[in-house]
């Protein structure tokens, strides 16, 4: 099996998201560092993304199913250790931003997937193929 530089470069991001969540969710409160948005949205954000790259970047679909799993099981498990760690607690508010940032990069990354499969195919951003702007003379074949 071969991986491209784009799946190479996308798997390197999402392995960086991976651990930035999770260092960020494990430390302890004093030293969180403070968001320009709520905690919330950090959550919904941060777990948007590590359900979107796979979605639009991976190409069996098992293994999309299976990073996007990881992901909501990341969340669930960081949510629990954070029990444990001074000024951090478990908060069923952020395991819901968790679950619906992972439920709309799933959206968004199987949009994205399919646009650029779209793209790829015509050769021109935002035109599938069969559009008349996708053949060099604007007219349909």
């Known amino acids: 099996m071969t991986v491209t530089n784009r799946g190479r470069s996308l798997l390197v991001s999402w392995c960086c ?5 999770t260092v960020l969710s ?8 403070q968001l320009p948005v709520e905690a919330s949205t950090g959550h ?10 796979p979605a639009a970047g991976i190409q069996r679909i098992r ?5 996007i ?4 099981c990341l969340g669930v ?12 607690a478990f908060e069923w508010s952020d395991l819901l931003a968790n679950s619906m940032g992972v439920t709309a990069g799933v959206v968004a990354g199987l ?7 779209a793209f790829l ?8 193929v069969g559009h008349p702007a996708s053949t060099p003379s604007g007219r349909r074949p």
């Open 111 to 117: 949009l994205l997937r399919s646009r650029l499969i």
């Open 26 to 33: 494990l430390l302890p409160g004093s030293m969180v560092p």
């Open 69 to 72: 799993l990881s992901s909501a």
């Open 121 to 128: 195919a015509s050769g021109r951003p935002g035109h599938p």
């Open 44 to 53: 919904f954000l941060a777990y948007l993304g590590l359900a979107a790259i």
């Open 63 to 67: 293994a999309v199913w299976l990073a």
């Open 77 to 88: 498990a960081l949510e629990f250790l954070q029990i444990r760690i001074p000024g951090r």
């Open 17 to 21: 998201l991976v651990v930035a969540v």
